[in-house]
C-alpha cells in the first residue's frame, strides 16, 4: 500500500488571477466534524480533522484518509499513557504544546525525580544506622572502640609491668602472637620496643614465657 504522510497545499493559483478555495479556508461553523478511530477513514470534502489525527493520501484510490495516533486494532499506547499520567493533566498533543505547558511538564517531572530520590534516601537511612547513634550507644555499654596500635601498646605495658603475674605475662604475649600476624602491626610493634620485650621473654628463666616469646618472634617475622 502506498501513502503519503503529508499533504503539501498548492501554490498554483487559477486563470482569474486568484487562488482557490481549500477545504482548510471554509468557515468553521460549517466543518463537519470527523472522529478518528484507530482504523484508517476516508476523509470528506468540509470534514474538520482533530489536531493530533494522522492523515494520509491514499494513492489507490485517491482518497484522503486519517486515523487516531497510537496504535492500530484498538491497542493502546502503553508509553503514550504513561507520559499523560506524568505530565498530568494537560493537553499532551505534540501539535498543541507551549513553552508554559512545557516548563509545567519538566517542573512536574524534577519534582517526581526529587520524591523519588528523597524516597531512596529514606529507605537506606532506615537499612543502616548512623555512626554517631552506636558511639553513644558504645558509650552507654563503656565498650570502647580501640585500634589495633592502642591494643598492643597495653599489652606490651602489661608484660614489662613489674606488677603483672605469670599468667599475666603469658597471656599478653599470646595476645601480641595474634597482632603481629598482620605486617603493619608487625613494624608498629618494633617500633614499640617489642623486640627488647622478645629478648627479655627468651632470656627469662620461665619456659613459659620462652615458649611464647619465641611464637610472638616468629608471628612478626612471617
Do not use: C
Request: glycine share 6%; net charge negative; proline share 3%.
Amino acid at each position: 500500500e502506498f501513502a503519503l504522510t503529508k499533504i503539501e497545499e498548492s501554490d498554483i493559483k487559477d486563470d482569474s488571477g486568484t487562488e482557490p478555495v481549500t477545504e482548510d479556508e471554509a468557515d468553521p461553523e460549517d466543518l463537519e466534524v470527523f472522529y478518528p478511530t484507530h482504523q484508517w477513514q476516508t476523509l470528506h470534502p468540509g470534514q474538520a480533522v482533530p489536531a493530533g489525527s494522522h492523515v494520509r493520501l491514499n494513492l489507490q484510490t485517491g482518497e484522503r484518509e486519517a486515523k487516531l495516533a497510537g496504535g492500530e486494532n484498538g491497542k493502546s499506547d502503553v508509553r503514550e499513557e504513561k507520559r499523560k499520567k506524568r505530565l498530568g493533566k494537560m493537553d499532551i498533543d505534540s501539535n498543541s504544546f507551549t513553552s508554559q505547558e512545557l516548563k509545567k511538564a519538566l517542573a512536574k517531572m524534577k519534582e517526581s525525580e526529587k520524591t523519588e530520590r528523597m524516597a531512596r534516601e529514606e529507605e537506606v537511612r532506615k537499612k543502616f544506622r548512623p555512626i554517631e547513634e552506636l558511639k553513644e550507644e558504645f558509650e552507654k555499654l563503656n565498650v570502647k572502640l580501640e585500634t589495633d596500635y592502642e591494643i598492643m601498646v597495653k599489652l606490651i605495658g602489661k608484660f614489662n609491668s613489674s606488677a603483672s603475674t605469670l599468667d599475666e605475662k603469658v597471656a599478653a604475649l599470646y595476645d601480641l602472637e595474634y597482632y603481629v600476624h598482620q605486617v603493619d602491626n608487625a613494624k608498629d610493634f618494633l617500633s614499640l620496643g617489642g623486640l627488647q620485650l622478645v629478648i627479655n621473654g627468651l632470656n627469662s628463666t620461665e619456659a613459659a614465657l620462652k615458649e611464647h616469646a619465641a611464637f610472638v618472634l616468629g608471628a612478626a617475622l612471617s
